[in-house]
């Protein structure tokens, strides 16, 4: 009972995911070929809202749910490992047809070769804590 609201949150989400057409192979493809506007449409809008929930956690500077205050860290701009981490990230969800939310989603719609994909995607994080620590950040 003390996971309830993730279930009911994760429920949501897959249910936007698909209804929106997000996790469609196709539409992805379709996204990195420049033939359709659907998905920079869902990732614009999501980008938008984003931008205006940080604006109002900072304007009426609200807090967490334990009380403390939202506070959003400046960093400094890092060009290169940026694209290098962008690219690797947009080739991976160029070849696996989806990113890591509409993974799972995929799975509980019923297709099963995206356990695969999870696989992988848990593995390359499972590397990432080894050699976090030998990486530049």
């Known amino acids: 009972m003390k ?3 993730y279930l009911v949150a994760g429920t949501i989400f897959g249910i936007v995911m698909a209804q929106s057409q997000a996790l469609s192979w196709y539409r992805i493809q379709e996204m990195f070929r420049f033939q359709s506007f659907h998905m920079y449409g869902i990732i614009g809008t999501a980008v938008c809202l984003g931008v205006l929930g940080v604006f109002l956690i900072k304007k ?6 334990q009380g403390n205050p939202i506070e959003f860290a400046p960093k400094e701009p890092q060009m290169i490992k940026s694209l290098l981490g962008g ?3 947009g080739l991976g969800w160029a070849l696996s047809g989806a990113c890591p939310g509409p993974i799972v989603v995929n ?10 994909v999870l696989l992988f995607a848990v ?5 990432y804590g080894i050699l976090r620590n030998k990486l530049p950040h």
């Open 3 to 5: 996971f309830f609201k």
């Open 60 to 65: 009426f500077q609200l807090k967490d749910i």
């Open 87 to 89: 690219t690797i990230f």
């Open 123 to 127: 593995f390359g994080t499972y590397c």
């Open 107 to 116: 799975i509980g719609y019923g297709i099963s070769s995206m356990s695969i």
